[in-house]
């Protein structure tokens, strides 16, 4: 029985000393940067000159571990004109909206196979009002300048780089 | 009380090291891994290994034959401002890089005692095999600085002392092995000490105490991670330690001022056991195998208190992580 009563001493000392080291000063917050791809498929729209998508891109893997979303931005928006583009590009302008939040809207050149990163304007790029429930509502908006689209089934790969702060 | 035996057996183990998301870590596959968590984590092994090394003794006069105390003792070693950060080479890491490195850039991040504001932990990316890759805030620390104005290491023992013969001390430390769903602990440690005093002529008729102390400590714990989910998931913390120190005391009424110099040293394991899964889908089977070593030169000086058998202490070593230790327990011949 004493051998007992000591080592629950030992233990309430133990306690004592460790749950004071286990302050935290605040909920512990991380930095998270990745890139999350929303692929626009666009159909039926050969005889067009322009097209309008809307989609939603889950940012959920952002979280992790954490809780919630303390701050939220996009860096860069990175557009890819893919193999399935029956032509070599498209010259145009691209309006590319994230909820209410114009992130860009300006002409552009998508070349089959190539990359063009656009960085978002710091002014712009704060996303954190438009999340809900993990996602966040994306708008496409493609207007040739080049004559209509001609081809019926392409798809565009809007890739967003995404700086969040989780707690 | 389970609840609590458990929480503060995984945080005396390794502090805190539950907020660690090892399936992040080993994003950068298990060599990243080991090489990022020994420095992540190095300054709780060795505090802890220093830290257990305190409270052999609260003065250098052995017992009367057969005399004999039980104490309790708690320590807690100061972790050096040094100790804060672990330096992070690029070079040493294939999957792991700072955000924004060159492959040969380097800097301090945060260890289990750093830091745990935004500022100071820089952002890291992980890459896997696919060259996929995601950046995120190095881990932080536990935040003890900020939250208690300091950072320590704290251990506990229970120890008996008994008188044997030509002014001998045995001391033995020991806790039968603890088991629960959560943890298993046990704790072994032997010492003795020898007056010194009566074998060297004049000396011994001083009014003080000179001894000698030869100690070694065996502390075995393990934490189990997830209980629930991942049953085989557990924190191993081994660790070793050997003490030789030279002692003098001087008995004042009630008071007791004791000292010592001498050396201190450790060894310790930390293992990760259990399977781990990560994002890509590659197990990883007892990913982490750790080993500390150190060891200090030591000088303490402390003194106690006895009241009618009942003995209180407190003294203050110096060392490479210098440590508290206190003392209660009771002390008859």
Same mark, same amino acid.
């Given at each position: 029985?004493?051998?007992?009563?000591?080592?629950?001493?030992?233990?309430?000392?133990?306690?004592?000393?460790?749950?004071?080291?286990?302050?935290?000063?605040?909920?512990?917050?991380?930095?998270?940067?990745?890139?999350?791809?929303?692929?626009?498929?666009?159909?039926?729209?050969?005889?067009?000159?322009?097209?309008?998508?809307?989609?939603?891109?889950?940012?959920?893997?952002?979280?992790?571990?954490?809780?919630?979303?303390?701050?939220?931005?996009?860096?860069?928006?990175?557009?890819?004109?893919?193999?399935?583009? #029956?032509?070599?590009?498209?010259?145009?302008?691209?309006?590319? !909206?994230?909820? $209410?939040? +114009? &992130?860009? /809207?300006? *002409?552009? %050149?998508?070349?089959?196979?190539?990359?063009?990163?656009?960085?978002?304007?710091?002014?712009?790029?704060?996303?954190?009002?438009?999340? #809900?429930?993990?996602?966040?509502?994306?708008?496409?908006?493609? !207007?040739?300048? $080049?004559? +209509? &689209?001609? /081809?019926? *089934?392409? %798809?565009?790969?809007?890739?967003?780089?995404?700086?969040?702060?989780?707690? | 009380?389970?609840?609590?035996?458990?929480?503060?057996?995984?945080?005396?183990?390794?502090?805190?090291?539950?907020?660690?998301?090892?399936?992040?870590?080993?994003?950068?596959?298990?060599?990243?891994?080991?090489?990022?968590?020994?420095?992540?984590?190095?300054?709780?092994?060795?505090?802890?290994?220093?830290?257990?090394?305190?409270?052999?003794?609260?003065?250098?006069?052995?017992?009367?034959?057969?005399?004999?105390?039980?104490?309790?003792?708690?320590?807690?070693?100061?972790?050096?401002?040094?100790?804060?950060?672990?330096?992070?080479?690029?070079?040493?890491?294939?999957?792991?890089?700072?955000?924004?490195?060159?492959?040969?850039?380097?800097?301090?991040?945060?260890?289990?005692?750093?830091?745990?504001?935004?500022?100071?932990?820089?952002?890291?990316?992980?890459?896997?095999?696919?060259?996929?890759?995601?950046?995120?805030?190095?881990?932080?620390?536990?935040?003890?600085?900020?939250?208690?104005?300091?950072?320590?290491?704290?251990?506990?023992?229970?120890?008996?002392?008994?008188?044997?013969?030509?002014?001998?001390?045995?001391?033995?430390?020991?806790?039968?092995?603890?088991?629960?769903?959560?943890?298993?602990?046990?704790?072994?440690?032997?010492?003795?000490?020898?007056?010194?005093?009566?074998?060297?002529?004049?000396?011994?008729?001083?009014?003080?105490?000179?001894?000698?102390?030869?100690?070694?400590?065996?502390?075995?714990?393990?934490?189990?991670?997830?209980?629930?989910?991942?049953?085989?998931?557990?924190?191993?913390?081994?660790?070793?330690?050997?003490?030789?120190?030279?002692?003098?005391?001087?008995?004042?009424?009630?008071?007791?001022?004791?000292?010592?110099?001498?050396?201190?040293?450790?060894?310790?394991?930390?293992?990760?056991?259990?399977?781990?899964?990560?994002?890509?889908?590659?197990?990883?089977?007892?990913?982490?195998?750790?080993?500390?070593?150190?060891?200090?030169?030591?000088?303490?000086?402390?003194?106690?208190?006895?009241?009618?058998?009942?003995?209180?202490?407190?003294?203050?070593?110096?060392?490479?992580?210098?440590?508290?230790?206190?003392?209660?327990?009771?002390?008859?011949?």
């Amino acid at each position: 029985m004493k051998k007992f009563n000591l080592i629950k001493t030992v233990v309430v000392l133990f306690a004592v000393v460790a749950f004071s080291s286990c302050e935290e000063d605040g909920a512990i917050q991380f930095i998270v940067v990745d890139e999350f791809t929303t692929s626009v498929n666009i159909k039926g729209l050969a005889a067009e000159s322009s097209f309008t998508e809307n989609s939603s891109t889950n940012i959920g893997d952002l979280l992790d571990g954490a809780a919630t979303f303390v701050e939220a931005d996009i860096e860069s928006v990175t557009l890819e004109l893919q193999d399935d583009f #029956s032509g070599t590009s498209i010259n145009g302008n691209m309006n590319i !909206t994230v909820g $209410s939040i +114009v &992130l860009f /809207d300006q *002409d552009v %050149t998508l070349t089959k196979g190539g990359s063009l990163v656009i960085q978002v304007p710091a002014n712009a790029s704060n996303i954190l009002s438009v999340i #809900s429930a993990n996602a966040v509502p994306v708008s496409v908006t493609g !207007t040739s300048t $080049s004559g +209509v &689209l001609g /081809d019926d *089934d392409f %798809t565009i790969d809007v890739l967003f780089k995404i700086r969040a702060t989780v707690e | 009380m389970k609840k609590i035996t458990t929480i503060v057996f995984v945080l005396c183990s390794m502090v805190s090291f539950a907020q660690i998301d090892l399936e992040s870590i080993l994003e950068g596959g298990v060599g990243d891994a080991q090489t990022f968590l020994r420095g992540y984590i190095q300054p709780a092994p060795t505090g802890f290994g220093y830290g257990v090394n305190g409270g052999w003794y609260t003065t250098a006069k052995t017992h009367k034959f057969l005399g004999f105390d039980i104490a309790v003792i708690a320590n807690a070693s100061m972790v050096p401002s040094s100790s804060e950060t672990f330096t992070f080479n690029e070079a040493d890491y294939t999957n792991i890089q700072l955000d924004g490195g060159t492959g040969t850039s380097s800097a301090e991040l945060p260890t289990l005692f750093g830091s745990q504001k935004l500022a100071d932990r820089p952002l890291l990316e992980f890459s896997d095999s696919d060259g996929n890759s995601i950046s995120s805030s190095t881990l932080p620390g536990a935040g003890l600085e900020q939250a208690i104005g300091f950072n320590a290491v704290p251990s506990a023992m229970v120890q008996i002392g008994l008188g044997l013969w030509k002014n001998t001390d045995l001391k033995v430390r020991f806790i039968p092995k603890q088991s629960a769903p959560e943890y298993e602990f046990s704790a072994f440690g032997i010492g003795i000490q020898h007056d010194l005093k009566q074998w060297i002529p004049f000396v011994k008729r001083l009014p003080f105490d000179v001894s000698a102390l030869v100690a070694w400590n065996d502390v075995k714990s393990k934490a189990f991670l997830d209980v629930e989910n991942e049953p085989n998931q557990a924190l191993e913390f081994n660790t070793k330690t050997f003490l030789f120190q030279i002692l003098a005391s001087k008995k004042l009424s009630i008071l007791t001022l004791y000292g010592g110099i001498g050396t201190s040293s450790f060894n310790s394991d930390v293992n990760v056991l259990g399977t781990y899964t990560t994002s890509q889908d590659v197990d990883y089977i007892d990913p982490i195998s750790l080993n500390y070593t150190g060891s200090s030169l030591r000088a303490n000086a402390g003194f106690s208190l006895k009241v009618i058998g009942i003995n209180l202490s407190a003294d203050y070593t110096v060392q490479e992580f210098n440590t508290v230790s206190v003392t209660a327990g009771f002390s008859f011949r």
